[in-house]
């Protein structure tokens, strides 16, 4: 893996970003910490949907699903990621349901470039298990759903512009070096 040098104290490395960068994924995937570790080496924003909704609603994302639903929910979160996009390029994290509807794929990929954090379900368990703030896992067997959930979004997943997988023993620093790397495949995306 090719590791990036920082080429100044702001963390800038002499590239440019023209589209902004969706991370999607699975819950558990590391889509928030690795973002902000990657806007932070690229000197951008990061943005993150799902704290954009909270503020926007004044309430946590499980008290949305309650009170509102989850239709409710997908239709603001679309709203947001589309908001998003036309702000400057940056990191943009999106809920792991996010990149399941067809019309914000396509917005995304048109507007942006998508990098799905492909983990596996062990990973992913592993990190999400002790959490209670995942409305989707309030179940009787939360491995089992989340199972079926990344069964049944993997197909969507699939579909993004690229693809930066994770391993057991990376860092975030390596997930966001695994990010870069995958990044640099497009310069129209990163230059530099």
């Not at 999607?24 to 889509?31: F, L, N, S, T, Y």
């Not at 799902?50 to 639903?69: L, T």
């Not at 940056?90 to 792991?96: D, E, T």
């Not at 703030?133 to 009787?140: A, E, I, K, S, V």
Request: charged share 25%.
């Amino acid at each position: 893996m090719k590791t990036w040098a920082v080429a100044d104290h702001k963390g800038a490395f002499g590239m440019k970003l023209h589209k902004t960068v969706v991370l999607v994924g699975m819950m558990g995937a590391g889509k928030t910490a690795i973002g902000k570790h990657v806007a932070q080496m690229l000197g951008v924003p990061f943005r993150d949907s799902d704290e954009e909704i909270v503020a926007a609603a004044q309430m946590s994302i499980p008290e949305i699903f309650a009170r509102d639903g989850e239709a409710f929910f997908r239709n603001r979160e679309a709203e947001v990621i589309a908001r998003l996009l036309q702000a400057d390029p940056g990191i943009l994290s999106v809920g792991g349901g996010a990149f399941l509807r067809a019309d914000t794929r396509a917005r995304i990929h048109d507007e942006g470039v998508s990098v799905w954090l492909r983990a596996d379900l062990d990973l992913l368990w592993s990190r999400v298990r002790s959490k209670p703030t995942r409305p989707l896992l309030q179940t009787d067997d939360p491995r089992g759903t989340l199972a079926r959930l990344l069964q049944e979004r993997t197909p969507c997943y699939a579909q993004a512009d690229l693809i930066a997988d994770a391993d057991p023993t990376y860092s975030i620093a390596d997930m966001a070096q695994a990010v870069l790397q995958a990044l640099a495949t497009r310069p129209d995306v990163l230059e530099g």
